[in-house]
Structure formats: C-alpha cells, structure tokens
C-alpha cells in the first residue's frame, strides 16, 4: 500500500508558477500510474493531469493543457506538477493520487473511481 504527500501549494500571483510535489512511501512507486486532481470550494473534485508508471504518457484537462506540466521520477518515488500562467480560477485544493498498474504500463487514468490512494492535499490559491 502506497503513501502520498503532497508539497509545494502556496499564495501566487496570477501567471505566477508553482511547482507541487507528491512523495510516495510504502511501496513500488514505478508499479503506480499517478494522478493530480483538485478541488474547488463547492465544487466537486476534478482530474487535472495523469502519467503513466513509466512517464511515456500523459493526459490533461483541458483547462490545464499547456500550461500544466505533469512528470515523474521513479528513482526518488516523486510525481510532480509544474504549474504555469496560473489563473484565479485555479484556485484549489490540489491531490495526487495512485492507481496499481502492474500490467498497464502505459496507462493512463483521468477518473476519480480509477485511483485507489490519494494524499491529504495542498492548498494552492492564485490570486488576481
């Protein structure tokens, strides 16, 4: 079973960046596919970025597309998310998640119901 901790949320400038961290613990991180998801006050929780176990593969949302960078290292059990031209509107609460996937090596997952671990969450507020 996998931990998650998520790092690297703060109080940003609109088109300011920030890069968030999620440091895995507990078990094989390169057998995980990850996820970054987030959540908005009275909103429901979205998917922002996927990656496969590997890296080769990556998904967004579409709200994210350019300006979010999701990547990995499996050598230090870190995913990350590089966060760019950051807008209001991205204010949220920010989630990593894990989904085992032994023999999905180039998956990629974007749903809530697909991730079986998640970390507590960061705070990321953009400010206009």
């Known amino acids: 079973q996998v931990q998650l901790v998520e790092s690297g949320g703060g109080l940003v400038q609109a088109g300011g960046s920030l890069r968030l961290s999620c440091t895995a613990s507990?078990?094989?991180?390169?057998?995980?596919?990850m996820g970054w998801f987030r959540q908005a006050p009275g909103k429901e929780r979205e998917f922002v970025a996927g990656?496969?176990?590997?890296?080769?593969?990556?998904r967004y949302a579409d709200s994210v597309k350019g300006r979010f960078t999701i990547s990995r290292d499996n050598a230090k059990n870190v995913a990350y998310l590089q966060m760019n031209s950051l807008k209001p509107e991205d204010t949220a609460v920010y989630y990593c998640?894990?989904?085992?996937?032994?023999?999905?090596?180039?998956?990629?997952?974007?749903?809530?119901?697909?991730?079986?671990?998640w970390g507590q969450g960061t705070q990321v507020t953009v400010s206009s």
């Open positions: 507990g078990s094989t991180f390169s057998l995980y596919a």
């Open positions: 998640a894990a989904q085992l996937a032994p023999l999905a090596p180039t998956r990629t997952y974007f749903g809530t119901s697909d991730y079986t671990y």
């Open positions: 990656i496969s176990r590997g890296g080769i593969n990556t």
